[in-house]
């Protein structure tokens, strides 16, 4: 569910790592201080791992370092065949956000890079459901993003991308499902998290969330 942008990952999959370096101007500031954004995530989690929308595998990797286990999701079939050429010590899954392969009955922690926004608000709460159910209190999920504290940041966002010419940037911030910090902030309260954010550049927040008793 929610891989309609599955086809565009199979294509950007061999270029993706020049674009998180800053090479395509668009996406800069998207992407700025990526290694820390991934830093950020890694270091906030132990255990065993389970990572949505994995990519190349840069965020696993950083995970690897200090997890005993990572389940690595992720559906288009270039990004796994990048992962592949890594030969990380991981469990690579063909799946998504809300469907994937049965997993161990205890999951520390449930994290993800720059995907999230490929759920509509609909399908992040059922998403939510799910790993409410998959976590014992304690557990953590934990998120970096693209989303936006108010909709007057929002707007702003999307008028600075639309006059610097950045077409590629603006169509994206239209079309894909980037959300506010209220409606997250909303769906895990509703499944039993507490949540904290954090801001990590102009475009990306730190989700951390705690599954309660
Ligand atoms: C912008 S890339 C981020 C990759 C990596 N996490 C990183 O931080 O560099 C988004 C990734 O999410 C994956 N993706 C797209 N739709 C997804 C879905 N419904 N469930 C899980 N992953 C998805 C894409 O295939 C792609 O690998």
Redesign the pocket.
């Known amino acids: ?6 086809a ?3 294509e ?2 061999e270029s ?2 020049r674009t ?1 370096a800053g090479e395509d101007v668009e996406y800069r500031e998207v992407f700025e201080g ?1 290694d820390r ?2 830093e950020a995530v890694a270091e906030r989690v132990s255990g065993t791992v389970v ?9 696993t990797e950083k995970l690897l370092a200090k997890s005993d286990k990572v389940y690595g ?4 079939e ?2 796994r065949r990048e992962v592949l050429k890594r030969e990380l010590p991981m469990e690579l899954l063909d ?4 469907e994937f392969p049965a997993l161990p009955s205890s999951i520390d922690a449930i994290v ?4 999230f926004h ?2 509509t608000d609909v ?1 992040k709460e059922r998403a939510v459901a799910l790993y409410s159910q998959l976590l014992a209190p304690g557990g953590r999920v934990v998120f ?1 993003d693209t989303s936006f504290a108010s909709a007057e940041e929002r707007h702003e966002i999307e008028q600075s991308a639309l006059e610097a010419g950045f077409l590629n940037l603006y169509q994206d911030l239209r079309t894909e499902y980037y959300t506010s910090l209220e409606i997250l902030n909303k769906l895990f309260m509703g499944h039993g998290f507490t949540v904290s954010f954090t801001r990590l550049n102009r475009y990306v927040w730190l989700l951390e969330a705690v599954k309660l008793a």
Do not use: Q
């Not at 569910?1 to 599955?6: D, I, K, L, Q, S």
């Not at 990572?51 to 965020?59: A, I």
């Not at 993800?112 to 995907?115: P, Q």
């Open positions: 569910m929610g891989r309609e942008f599955t565009l990952f199979d950007w999959s993706y790592d998180v990526y954004i991934l990572e949505f929308g994995v990519g190349t595998g840069n965020l999701i992720e559906p288009s270039g990004m799946g998504d956000f809300l993800s890079t720059y995907a490929h759920l399908e970096a």
